[in-house]
């Protein structure tokens, strides 16, 4: 029987418990899978590729057939250098549905030898984004629960130095991300 690889493309910042019910998902179904995470320069990003790699990695040990991985450029030609036969996606609500269903339509349109499977995460998990995560942790709200306690970890790391330097505190030359959104904004 031919093996079924399939990839989980996404931005991962932070990876949340929702990508981590996915992905436990997705390992039961395919072969393998590889969680891909899309390398964008034109984004912002709180952590750095390195970072998000290194909390899928540790997040995903325990799963023989998961692997982590980076790209950049269209997910379709990631997935067909890969050899990749599905783009593993996930929907919580039918808000999610219109701009996943718009990016199938897109990526089957330019390669239709790759099929996009969609899957829902637990209900407790519907109402998870990354997004939120980010927003809630930078106000001070507790993460704990909906990130696996590494990223928590991370998360209370990137806070404190955020805190340091909005009192004025001189940050670490490892905390100049921070310092740089800080400037921006
Ligand atoms: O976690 P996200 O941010 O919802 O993931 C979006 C992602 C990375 C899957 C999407 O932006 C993407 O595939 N980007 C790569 C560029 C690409 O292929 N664009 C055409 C998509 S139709």
Redesign the pocket.
Known sequence: MKRIKAIY????DPPTNGHLDLIERGSKIFDELVVAI?RNPEKDPLFSVADRRKMLEAMTAGFDNVSVDTFDG???DYALRVEARVILRGIRAISDYEYELQ?AL??RKLQPGLETVFMMPAEKYSYLSSRLVREVAQLGGSIECLVPDLVAQKLREKMDVAHKFANGEQPLPSETKIRTRKKRS
């Open positions: 493309p996404g931005s991962f899309l269209l997910t379709v990016m897109m990526n």
